[in-house]
């Protein structure tokens, strides 16, 4: 049956008014259906950026050891001795708060695709995810589907899941966040690429079958959630991690040879994307019929083969005369393997069907004409400090505030979480979830890799500027903190309607932020992806850009840990403590204080503080580390006490803040570091020597963390509370 096109069906398939008459005045005609759908899948924000593509392009994104920046399907850094890694992080944000289990499970499935396309073998997983508020009816369902989801599909692959964060705000109560973020190695002499090249090339299909599930899915990823939201499960896709696992070996298998010219996997908008994604770069021509692509389901259309999200596919374009000894391979994986067309002179994609040409439009059309918008926006002031009185601190005792904040949902122990991922298969995963960042060894190396995903809704929601650099220098110290020099980043950027000034502001501000403290580093981005309208009944999400960093151990012996070593040891903080309260999770559930400004950011003292500590790493004389971020110092030393069954006894600190300014202050740039007696004159020289700040802290010691007359806690004490609150959420 033909649908006839008119403005009222361009607008339902999300495209606006002036598109559709953009989209008629290219053409020089009205668009059948299934040229329409094409148009709306690669013009929707998923996959054009025509709200962020301007000011992505001021990210930075050089770097000496950058092989492959943004503009593949994930990017490339090298790692010496020919090997490279690539990664990437990517959002299935709208899918799983629609169909949690799916939606969580094939976002994993789609973002390894991403990284074994490129040649690359899958070598941990990543995720960071964000609920509503716990009291909200949905929230525990959500955490449940979703987390199961992700485990699902990265376990039954055999990919292990090293690190990740899990953040509760009321913002997310109608749009969770799922953010999937995958590494894997490869040579880096055998990298492969999505730019088609050569005319007449066999166009391959690999994979499953296509079905009518996902259709629309990259539309629905770009719209504003309403009451009809469970009318949107058609277009969650379906994932089959056992599937994706031959198509990864297969896939390998192939790249081992020199068959393959250029290749994608088929992800949002499945092969209408990838296809045209493939010509545009080539600048080139691609011809397909869509009888031969291999369907579960009788009677697809053109319109419903070309938008399918069906999982675990990919397009390949080969050499001439390779087909069958690629196919010999697919088959022998149990795999669809189809010839559906060639690349052309033309410029245009071309699809038959039945005999008959059912859509041509020129592939500029579709990359290159795809609408780019200035949207106005707004710039947020630096809010006003909060003025703390004694007043504010006069009823307050240390064990009640360090217990409130290790019981609450953002900071409480996440175990019921990574204890249901695989973080051991493949035998190199050398720092599991629940440390600073996840490392895994580089196979049959002294090499390692770490990793970690973070994201500062609540400093991004108050001053976006400085929120976005404080989650680069974040991951940064996340970097050092485990020993490992800092590399680069991929990021993905989660926000509402960017229609809206304000939202659209905070954007611009936070990705101002993150160049300028990506830049300063020296810590580049080479990938990631743009997630906005995260908004449902005019309600949108806080901010909530999430920055994966991969930083390099030579020799993975010298890796760090957070928990404490031997009794009699010092501990000392790295980095100035101001007392910065405003903000802070200690502002936030004890004095019931929102407003104020995140932390300043003083680039030069992080680069230095985090410089300082890998010197004293390299030379042996630090025994842990752990950065000091939510919560502050006493926080942080509860972690470390907690993970080690040992305490501390606090020294009396000559400071010009309070106990409570001191001890909870979320000031940045800080790490504690723990010292051997014999080493301490040793460190502290270096670091008067570097200009570094520091403070004593303070004596690792057994059972208590005390500090004078105002505190003495049991270890097992503060564990109970802080290991039990998300398992008692999830039982009951």
């Not at 291999?294 to 419903?304: A, G, I, K, L, T």
């Amino acid at each position: 049956m033909m649908v006839e096109v008119n403005e009222k069906i361009a607008i339902e398939h999300g495209l606006k008014k002036e598109e559709y008459k953009k989209i008629c005045d290219l053409l020089k005609r009205i668009p059948n259906i299934t040229e329409l759908g094409i148009f709306s899948a690669m013009w929707n924000e998923h996959c054009s950026y025509k709200s962020s593509r301007k000011h992505l392009k001021k990210l930075h994104t050089k770097g000496e050891q950058v092989i492959q920046g943004p503009g593949e399907n994930a990017g490339v850094v090298d790692i010496d001795d020919d090997h490279a890694i690539v990664f990437k992080i990517e959002s299935h944000n709208h899918p799983s708060f629609i169909e949690p289990y799916q939606g969580a499970a094939t976002g994993v499935g789609g973002i390894m695709r991403d990284v074994f396309t490129m040649g690359a073998r899958p070598i941990a997983n990543l995720n960071s995810i964000h609920f509503g508020s716990p009291n909200h009816e949905k929230t525990r369902n959500l955490l449940r589907g979703v987390v199961k989801g992700i485990g699902g599909y990265g376990n039954c692959i055999g990919v292990p899941t090293i690190a990740g964060q899990t953040c509760f705000d009321e913002s997310y109560n109608g749009n969770i966040l799922v953010n999937a973020m995958t590494l894997g190695l490869v040579n880096k002499n055998k990298i492969f690429y999505s730019k088609a090249a050569g005319i007449n090339k066999p166009v391959i299909y690999v994979g499953s079958k296509t079905g009518r599930d996902g259709i629309h899915g990259a539309s629905m990823a770009s719209a504003i959630f309403d009451e009809k939201i469970e009318e949107k499960k058609p277009t969650v896709q379906v994932g089959d991690p056992f599937t994706e696992k031959l198509l990864l070996e297969a896939c390998l298998e192939l790249m081992a040879g020199k068959s393959i010219i250029s290749i994608q996997d088929m992800g949002a908008a499945g092969l209408t994307s990838s296809s045209i994604e493939m010509a545009s770069k080539g600048n080139l021509g691609i011809e397909i019929n869509l009888s031969k692509v291999p369907c579960r389901e009788e009677n697809m259309s053109p319109y419903e083969i070309m938008l399918s999200e069906s999982q675990e596919r990919m397009l390949i374009v080969l050499e001439e005369g390779k087909e069958n000894e690629a196919k010999k391979i697919f088959e022998k994986w149990n795999l669809d393997f189809a010839v559906i067309g060639k690349t052309t002179q033309s410029k245009n994609i071309e699809l038959y069907f039945k005999n008959e040409k059912v859509a041509e439009i020129p592939i500029d059309f579709l990359a290159e004409n795809a609408p780019m918008y200035d949207r106005k926006w707004i710039k947020t002031k630096l809010p006003k400090k909060n003025e703390y009185s004694k007043n504010n601190f006069k009823s307050l005792k240390l064990s009640d505030c360090l217990n409130k904040i290790l019981t609450d949902p953002n900071v409480a122990d996440k175990e019921w979480i990574w204890s249901q991922y695989d973080h051991t298969v493949m035998g190199d995963t050398i720092q599991k979830p629940g440390g600073n960042a996840g490392v895994v060894r580089v196979h049959g190396t002294d090499k390692a890799i770490a990793a970690s995903i973070d994201s500062s809704a609540s400093y991004c929601y108050a001053h976006p500027l400085t929120g976005g650099k404080q989650i680069v220098c974040e991951s940064w110290r996340n970097m050092v903190s485990v020993g490992a020099k800092p590399i680069a980043i991929t990021n993905c950027l989660n926000f509402g309607n960017p229609e809206k000034e304000k939202n659209m502001g905070e954007f611009v501000e936070c990705v101002e932020g993150i160049s300028e403290a990506s830049k300063y580093l020296n810590y580049p981005i080479v990938s990631g992806n743009v997630s906005f309208y995260n908004e449902t009944k005019d309600k949108g999400i806080k901010p909530t850009p999430s920055i994966g960093g991969i930083g390099l151990l030579s020799n993975y012996r010298k890796m760090l840990t957070m928990e404490l070593k031997n009794e009699g040891n010092y501990l000392l903080v790295i980095g100035k403590t101001e007392g910065h309260l405003d903000q802070s999770i200690f502002s936030r559930i004890i004095l019931s204080k929102f407003n104020g400004p995140p932390p300043e950011i003083n680039l030069f003292n992080e680069k230095q503080n985090g410089m300082s500590v890998l010197s004293l790493n390299n030379q042996n004389l630090i025994e842990t580390c752990h950065d000091v971020s939510l919560g502050g110092i006493l926080t942080a030393i509860a972690k470390m006490c907690i993970s080690a069954k040992k305490g501390v006894k606090l020294f009396p600190f000559k400071n010009l803040v309070n106990k409570f300014e001191y001890f909870f202050g979320e000031d940045q740039g800080r790490y504690i570091i723990e010292v051997k007696p014999e080493n301490l004159e040793n460190v502290e020289n270096l670091l008067k020597k570097d200009s570094i700040h520091y403070d004593k802290l303070g004596l690792v010691e057994s059972g208590n963390i005390s500090y004078e007359n105002d505190l003495k806690i049991s270890i097992d004490q503060i564990k109970e509370g802080y290991k039990k609150w998300l398992k008692e959420y999830m039982v009951n």
